[in-house]
């Protein structure tokens, strides 16, 4: 963690104990920007400085990325940012934002582990804690108008502190991306040679991978949008297995060894890209209605989730699973829409937590050339009861039961084709359509 030196600390201090119109009067606006060290966020600190004549402090959050956060900052610095955070919030992410996630088995429509969504409300909140710690009058960040992690950060900061305004500059801006890099010319800013011709977000929930050939939604993805799975075709003959053990709904041991949150995500993640486990290929309907051709590749999330329902299916009534099913779905359309504040999320939590308690056992996953399949599975709490469902000898389950049962089950349904029969003008028992034919006619 970078931390801001004690001088500069006081001076912020100072700065919060002025009103915010005498600073803004004086001094200008200060900003707390979410900094990734790209292009677009290392313009938004040079636009700050000259359109609002602000003070720019820059917050860079470790969500697993893998980037170089010690660069990050010393690019922040030579932009002229007054400080820079770095915050690891790779912990709280997989507790607070990931588990919540496998338990839900968040997948928006039936396809997108939700990874990029779920961090945004987490930037938000440390963006919001940062802009706290040094009187900030505002927050910014750099999204687009056109996606959803706009609205997501706009919503939690605006919930978590309605006081603070939210300035995205990229929104306001309206420059096309040549613009984009004349300005930073112009401002010096070091323009790296782009490594890819990709919009790229990641996390330890996964990679989306956007624009470039892949806004042709008829063909196929080429291998260079990859980085985390190895294509199926070239991942190795001979299967992997993985034992997953789940402890009320979240897994803790990965083969039988317990891990930290961290490091079993990393590890499901690695284990699942080398067998091409993990691209997932979808048209997804964006909160503002456009229509987008989304690639992600999520091994963890995939293989976990996969886990995490057959497990559910072993301990879980039907009922619950059904209920489970819509509240799931409405779950995964908050978190994606950006109301991870919504008092609805913490209600679904809540039931959803219920159920969890029960969601301790062990699965068992065979990950072969891009497929993942659970081939075992067991748990003291399992509702499968071998004497109940064996065909050989042992079964405690008395088949004549069936019989009255049947009887009951199917009462409305008879009685309702018998007046459906009547109402048609059929006499009864009369079979339509069947005509008896004796051997010689046929011959
Ligand atoms: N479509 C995904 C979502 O809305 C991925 C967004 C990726 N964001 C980005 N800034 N590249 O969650």
Redesign the pocket.
């Known amino acids: 963690m970078v931390t801001p030196s004690q001088e500069k600390l006081t001076l912020a201090k100072i700065y919060k104990s002025v009103s915010p119109l005498t600073r803004f009067i004086t001094l200008g606006l200060t900003v707390a920007l979410a900094y990734s060290g790209g292009l677009d966020t290392s313009v938004c600190i040079k636009w700050l400085q000259e359109k609002y004549r602000a003070d720019v402090v820059t917050v860079t959050l470790d969500l697993g990325q893998k980037d170089n956060l010690r660069e990050i900052g010393k690019r922040a610095y030579l932009l002229g940012a007054r400080n820079h955070y770095a915050v690891d919030a790779r912990h709280e992410f997989v507790t607070g934002y990931v588990y919540p996630a496998i338990k839900a088995n968040g997948l928006?429509e039936g396809k997108?582990p939700?990874?990029?969504?779920l961090g945004r409300p987490l930037i938000a909140e440390k963006l919001v804690e940062v802009a706290r710690k040094e009187g900030a009058d505002a927050v910014a960040h750099g999204?687009t108008g056109k996606?959803?992690?706009q609205v997501r950060i706009d919503v939690t900061v605006r919930s978590l502190d309605p006081s603070l305004k939210v300035i995205a500059p990229v929104r306001e801006w309206n420059m096309t991306r040549d613009e984009e890099m004349t300005y930073a010319q112009n401002q010096g800013i070091p323009i790296k040679p782009s490594k890819s011709i990709y919009?790229?977000?990641q996390n330890l929930w996964g990679r989306?991978i956007?624009s470039g050939p892949l806004e042709h939604p008829d063909q196929e993805p080429l291998p260079d949008a990859f980085e985390w799975v190895t294509l199926p075709e070239e991942a190795p003959d001979t299967p992997g297995y993985l034992d997953l053990e789940f402890l009320e709904g979240v897994p803790t041991k990965v083969n039988g060894q317990e891990l930290n949150p961290v490091e079993l995500i990393q590890f499901v993640n690695q284990l699942g890209g080398s067998h091409g486990v993990g691209i997932i290929d979808h048209m997804?309907d964006?909160l503002v209605g456009i229509k987008?051709r989304?690639v992600?590749e999520c091994p963890a999330a995939l293989t976990i989730i996969e886990a995490h329902k057959d497990l559910e299916k072993l301990v879980l009534t039907r009922n619950e699973l059904e209920f489970k099913s819509s509240v799931e779905r409405e779950w995964a359309w908050l978190v994606?829409s950006g109301l991870w504040m919504e008092p609805l999320r913490a209600a679904l939590d809540s039931f959803i937590e219920t159920t969890q308690k029960r969601v301790t056992g062990k699965v068992r996953l065979k990950l072969y050339k891009g497929n993942v399949r659970v081939v075992g599975r067991s748990s003291k709490n399992a509702l499968y009861k071998l004497e109940l469902s064996t065909y050989n000898k042992g079964s405690t389950f008395d088949q004549r039961n069936a019989v009255g049962f049947i009887e009951l089950w199917g009462l409305q349904a008879r009685v309702a084709a018998k007046v459906a029969a009547k109402v048609a003008g059929m006499s009864e028992g009369r079979t339509a359509g069947y005509q008896r034919e004796t051997p010689e006619e046929i011959q």
């Not at 939700?114 to 969504?117: D, E, I, K, P, R």
């Open positions: 928006y997108y939700l990874s990029t969504a999204c996606g959803n992690d919009s790229v977000d989306s956007e997804e964006r987008s989304e992600y994606y």
